[in-house]
T-cell receptor, first 114, second 111 residues
Framework: DAGVIQSPRHEVTEMGQEVTLRCKPI?????LFWYRQTMMRGLELLIY????????DSGMPEDRFSAKMPNASFSTLKIQPSEPRDSAVYFCASSLGQGNSPLHFGNGTRLTVT | AQSVTQLGSHVSVSEGALVLLRCNYS??????LFWYVQYPNQGLQLLLKYTSAATLVKGINGFEAEFKKSETSFHLTKPSAHMSDAAEYFC?????????FGAGTRLTVKP
């Protein structure tokens, strides 16, 4: 299994531009999670999906952030417009969803907004 | 709601010494607890998990953790540190399918 695949690995953009981060979960996993990691705030859960349906988006910082999961093998996290404070590493993770199932993480997308 | 607190953002040990990374949890339901490790420029990898089958859980790379309900703790230990153990370690808890992480502890191993 190839694991969770995220793209791009690095993204540098200017303030005000739209950014789209992509994630392919492990086949058969029915939960997908988006996390943001920063030095100041650590790992924050942004949103998670079950069977492609968003379950909890209370961690999404503001309306500039949106996430979709059009099918079981693909999800996007979009920031529009981007701001310098959005600079962080964004991780996607997937799991089988039972409470004792571990998360499998991608290698993350390092976003820099200048 | 569930949460975890990791005591100590940085821990430094000598190679061959005992590693002890502390984690306390708060959960309104019986928790599932995890330890993950993160190496530079990588995602998190599972070290071990507690799912109520046994209070002492053994994981990969010689790590283990003991669940103590009376102390609401799930500390991670390794008898003898190796240089390759240098990384950031995260404790995590789930109660309702969403996993919450502690702030992390960066482990440094001195030769």
């Amino acid at each position: 299994d190839a694991g969770v695949i995220q793209s791009p690995r690095h993204e540098v953009t200017e303030m005000g531009q739209e950014v789209t981060l992509r994630c392919k979960p492990i086949s058969g996993h029915d939960y997908l999670f988006w996390y943001r990691q920063t030095m100041m705030r650590g790992l924050e859960l942004l949103i998670y999906f079950n069977n492609n349906v968003p379950i909890d988006d209370s961690g999404m910082p503001e309306d500039r952030f949106s996430a979709k999961m059009p099918n079981a093998s693909f999800s996007t996290l979009k920031i529009q417009p981007s701001e310098p404070r959005d600079s962080a590493v964004y991780f996607c993770a997937s799991s089988l969803g039972q409470g004792n199932s571990p998360l499998h993480f991608g290698n993350g997308t390092r976003l820099t907004v200048t | 709601a569930q949460s975890v607190t990791q005591l100590g953002s940085h821990v430094s040990v000598s190679e061959g010494a005992l590693v002890l990374l502390r984690c306390n949890y708060s959960s309104s339901v019986p928790p599932y607890l995890f330890w993950y490790v993160q190496y530079p420029n990588q995602g998190l990898q599972l070290l071990l998990k507690y799912t109520s089958a046994a209070t002492l859980v053994k994981g990969i790379n010689g790590f283990e953790a003991e669940f103590k309900k009376s102390e609401t703790s799930f500390h991670l230990t390794k008898p003898s540190a190796h240089m390759s153990d240098a990384a950031e370690y995260f404790c995590a808890v789930t109660g309702n399918n969403d996993m919450r992480f502690g702030a992390g502890t960066r482990l440094t191993v001195k030769p």
